[in-house]
């Protein structure tokens, strides 16, 4: 293995949670009077912390979102994963190869650390990422592209960026994986291989990716 540390994004890599997310967070705002479509949410938050949602809100209207949005829009969130989600395919697998190979993991996500939980223990991920595994964007303060998260998962397990390699799907998660200077495997599952056209390398499928790692 070439890496001493695979970061794995959370939603689109781990979990099959953004087409879930997407829907109700587009659906949630156009209730609110900020008509957004599916793919404008794909576009402008997918990979991004809540915090985006607020500036991007206030930037482009000059009001706030209500101060129970984020609540609201997780209980909703939480109440389709336990309907709807699964674990991304194949993903098991390269989990699985990693153990074996005793090479280091671990999660780092722009979503809460309710948000990562729920999706594990509804998926059966949760046997693979203990709580020493878990890194939050609410461990930094700051989302991606800012690539905080990454640093700071990387210092927490004990391996220099260089040593690492982020899993991602989003464009900013390429940026902020990037910026901290880590390789960074571009899933084009659900992104445009020109959106993560900053990616060391990409792939589009999980099958590719123990490949990819060695």
């Not at 781990?14 to 609110?32: G, Q």
């Not at 009077?33 to 402008?44: A, K, M, Q, V």
């Not at 101060?67 to 209980?75: K, L």
């Not at 939480?78 to 699964?86: D, G, M, Q, W, Y």
Request: glycine share 10%; proline share 4%; aromatic share 8%.
């Amino acid at each position: 293995m070439r890496y001493d540390l695979v970061i794995f994004d959370n939603d689109g890599v781990l979990v099959d949670s953004e087409p879930i997310s997407n829907r109700l967070l587009a659906s949630y705002l156009t209730e609110l009077g900020y008509p957004t479509s599916y793919e404008d949410s794909i576009r402008d938050y997918m990979g991004s912390a809540m915090h985006r949602v607020h500036d991007l809100v206030e930037a482009r209207t000059g009001e706030r979102l209500p101060a129970e949005f984020d609540d609201v829009f997780h209980r909703r969130v939480f109440a389709a994963f336990e309907r709807e989600l699964e674990a991304v395919g194949g993903v098991v697998d390269v989990l699985e190869k990693l153990v074996a190979d005793e090479v280091p993991y671990c999660v780092a996500s722009s979503g809460s650390h309710e948000r990562i939980r729920v999706g594990h223990r509804t998926t059966g991920l949760d046997r693979w990422f203990d709580e020493e595994r878990i890194f939050s964007s609410q461990d930094v303060g700051k989302g991606k592209p800012a690539p905080d998260l990454f640093l700071y998962a990387a210092e927490r397990m004990g391996v220099a960026p260089g040593r690492c390699v982020v899993v991602e799907d989003s464009p900013l998660g390429v940026q902020a994986a990037v910026a901290a200077g880590m390789d960074v495997l571009g899933f084009t599952a659900m992104t445009p291989a020109a959106k993560l056209a900053g990616a060391t390398q990409l792939f589009s499928g999980m099958g590719e990716l123990t490949g990819l790692l060695a």
